[in-house]
């Protein structure tokens, strides 16, 4: 079996349960490798903390770029990587399909596409071509050797449409045009995430660390949910821990964090 096979198939199980799991967002190759000796079973990449490493905004990075990154984190450790392909960097079926076949080539055991357009006047792709998106999405995925697994991501809730049965019609429709793992990330409370698990059949993967919207795995898991991302959290934290830390120096002319700061030994022996 090829490593990109086998990659695919345990990420895929991860899903089969029978407890949720959390599969962290790495933002370099650091990072990725301390979570996997923290024991970790699955990775994904974050569109923001990607960005936030290059110097920008959430959706700014050149898909070239996007595409190095991906490789790179494929190949800081072996466990399954998970890539967060915006809105598959186009608005075509087409072009969607075509992401999937060039990211795929770099070992990624599967990726997201979302409906979301990036653009501020309409927000969210219609219903129709959405569902176009992903259907392409998933006839592309079924072509990639040793598998791709397809998670389609419906946008609703973080782009100010807060319609529930909106966001289930579309996740519903996602499932039957192909896509093995559902999202909505941005869902307001344990109920609506509970009734999206339980109007799909496929498994429902969660967003944590959105102010007001996160809650613990027991929790999630008791709701229905099979995944559970960090999406950019971990980021964030590290750079709060940086802007902190830079904070103090420029206005107190103290040093402390580097006190609480972990060794470059303890930091080292992380990286496995």
């Excluded at 800081?76 to 075509?98: K, R, W």
């Excluded at 709701?223 to 950019?232: D, E, F, H, L, N």
Aim: charge should be negative.
């Amino acid at each position: 079996m090829s490593t990109a096979a086998s990659s695919a198939d345990a990420f895929r199980r991860l899903h089969d349960g029978p407890d949720a799991f959390v599969i962290t967002n790495p933002w370099d190759i650091g990072s990725a490798r301390i979570l996997a000796s923290l024991g970790y079973k699955a990775l994904a990449t974050s569109s923001a903390g990607m960005a936030f490493a290059h110097g920008l905004g959430d959706g700014k990075v050149a898909p070239d770029q996007v595409l190095a990154h991906c490789r790179q984190i494929v190949g800081a450790t072996d466990l399954p990587v998970s890539a967060d392909l915006e809105n598959g960097f186009a608005d075509s079926p087409e072009g969607v399909a075509e992401t999937i076949h060039s990211f795929a080539g770099t070992g990624l055991a599967g990726g997201s596409i979302e409906d979301s357009t990036g653009k501020a006047d309409a927000p969210i792709y219609d219903f129709e071509q959405a569902v176009e998106r992903i259907a392409a999405a998933a006839e592309m995925a079924g072509t990639v050797a040793g598998g791709f697994v397809l998670t389609a991501r419906a946008e609703n809730f973080l782009h100010g449409r807060a319609d529930l049965d909106d966001t289930i019609r579309r996740l519903q429709a996602y499932e039957k045009a192909g896509a093995e793992v559902l999202f909505a990330p941005g869902l307001p409370d344990l109920d609506s995430i509970r009734t999206v698990c339980a109007e799909v059949t496929k498994p429902v993967s969660v967003m944590i660390g959105i102010p007001g919207r996160t809650f613990s795995v027991d929790e999630l898991a008791a709701a229905g949910v099979r995944r559970i991302s960090t999406g950019p959290a971990l980021a964030r934290a590290a750079y709060t821990a940086l802007i902190a830390a830079a904070e103090e120096i420029k206005d107190s002319g103290t040093f402390d964090f580097a006190i609480r700061a972990l060794g470059s030994g303890k930091i080292v022996e992380r990286f496995g």
